[in-house]
């Protein structure tokens, strides 16, 4: 009987099974795959863009600087507990000085928004590297112990199906290693392209509010020097030189 005869016999396997076969290091990658989904779904939570710049915050603020300036402006900011919030409170720490002073606060509060943005992300750069290894590792034992299995038993002698049999098994760690990595991959690439357009909408807000109230007319807000970030380039202003 061959092994195609005895799969078709058998039936396809269920991921419960599949599982199952593939041997104790099955565990750290199901614990990968479980992690993954976790970080995904906190990240997808906060990565809103509502949440970060909300609808209808910039025009609050500009109405509370012209109607009571600062104070009620910073009221606010406080009441809103937005990431676009919290930088614009930091430069209105800082109103009144010179606008290097209140563009470095909103630059360097910007860039904590933005590595507070990124947390977690590079957990999913890690387990991308080492699922497929931990999937390596168990078909490498699987395949010592089917040949373990072979040369131990007289009976085995000649008996193709056993040894293919615990190949294909040991195989199934190196399957679910890479069924892990890849959607991990993509879910980084994807949610770091979020904090992209995040961090440009955060570098508009704080020029737009450096050019209102922090300069004199005919100035124009200092951009700083551009810094990447992985694959990454960040916007000026509030997003230079920010990393997770």
């Given at each position: 009987m061959t092994i195609s005869h005895m799969l078709a016999?058998?039936?396809?396997?269920?991921?419960?099974?599949?599982?199952?076969?593939?041997?104790?290091?099955?565990?750290?990658?199901?614990?990968?795959?479980?992690?993954?989904?976790?970080?995904?779904?906190?990240r997808l939570a906060v990565l809103r863009k509502p949440r970060?710049?909300?609808?209808?915050?910039?025009?609050?603020?500009?109405?509370?600087?012209?109607?009571?300036?600062?104070?009620?402006?910073?009221?606010?900011?406080?009441?809103?507990?937005?990431?676009?919030?919290?930088?614009?409170?930091?430069?209105?720490?800082k109103l009144g000085h010179a606008h290097?002073?209140?563009e470095k606060h909103l630059t360097a509060q910007g860039e904590?928004?933005?590595?507070?943005?990124?947390?977690?992300l590079r957990m999913l750069t890690v387990i991308a590297a080492i699922a497929?290894?931990?999937g390596l590792t168990g078909t490498i034992f699987g395949m010592i112990r089917a040949f373990q299995t072979v040369a131990t038993s007289g009976e085995s002698l000649g008996k193709a199906e056993l040894l293919a049999g615990g190949i294909y098994e040991a195989m199934i760690t190196t399957a679910a290693g890479l069924l892990?990595?890849?959607?991990?991959i993509i879910f980084y690439h994807w949610l770091t392209s979020r904090v992209d357009v995040i961090a440009r909408d955060l570098d508009r807000v704080a020029v737009d509010f450096v050019e209102r109230y922090v300069l004199e007319p005919g100035q124009h807000p200092?951009?700083?020097?551009?810094h990447s970030n992985g694959s990454a380039t960040r916007a000026p202003a509030v997003a230079a030189g920010a990393e997770a």
């Open positions: 016999q058998s039936g396809t396997p269920s991921v419960f099974e599949l599982a199952t076969k593939g041997g104790i290091m099955m565990i750290p990658i199901v614990l990968c795959s479980l992690v993954v989904v976790a970080v995904v779904l906190e970060v710049v909300p609808p209808g915050f910039e025009n609050k603020l500009h109405a509370a600087m012209q109607s009571g300036g600062p104070p009620e402006a910073k009221e606010v900011c406080k009441k809103d507990q937005s990431p676009a919030a919290r930088v614009i409170a930091a430069g209105l720490d290097e002073i209140v904590h928004e933005l590595f507070l943005l990124r947390k977690r497929p290894l931990l892990v990595a890849i959607p991990t200092r951009h700083l020097p551009s």
